[in-house]
């Protein structure tokens, strides 16, 4: 059993930028890959970003490319988002999720995690 937290999020300039953590319990969590999802009012939940269990492998949607880094502490069990460069259309609820055996390439399915925080809060004010 995993269990995550997000933090981090808040109201920032467009320009701005913004860290996310994303803290396991658990001690098997540096097994997992994790992944960053955000969902905009009225949308569905869409993949943000990805890093593979041993942090080799980072994978990153088109939209956010050059300007999100995604990176892991497995010391602090913990999984960062810094997002750079932030836009208005980045605004949404951010959710971190972790799974032990995703399918590489299917990384930006919802489905492909079992295990998902309870989201934080990203506003970019234009």
């Known amino acids: 059993q995993v269990q995550l937290v997000e933090s981090g999020g808040g109201l920032v300039q467009t320009g701005g930028s913004l860290r996310l953590s994303c803290a396991a319990s658990g001690r098997t969590f540096r097994s997992y890959a994790t992944g960053w999802f955000r969902q905009a009012p009225g949308k569905e939940r869409d993949f943000v970003a990805v890093i593979t269990w041993s942090g080799e492998y980072v994978y990153y949607a088109d939209s956010v490319k050059g300007r999100f880094t995604i990176s892991r502490d497995d010391a602090k069990n913990t999984v960062y988002l810094q997002m750079n460069s932030l836009k208005p259309e980045d605004t949404a609820v951010y959710y971190c999720?972790?799974?032990?055996?995703?399918?590489?390439?299917?990384?930006?399915?919802?489905?492909?995690?079992?295990?998902w925080g309870q989201g934080t809060q990203v506003t970019v004010s234009s």
């Open positions: 999720a972790a799974d032990l055996n995703p399918s590489r390439g299917d990384y930006d399915k919802t489905y492909q995690y079992n295990y």
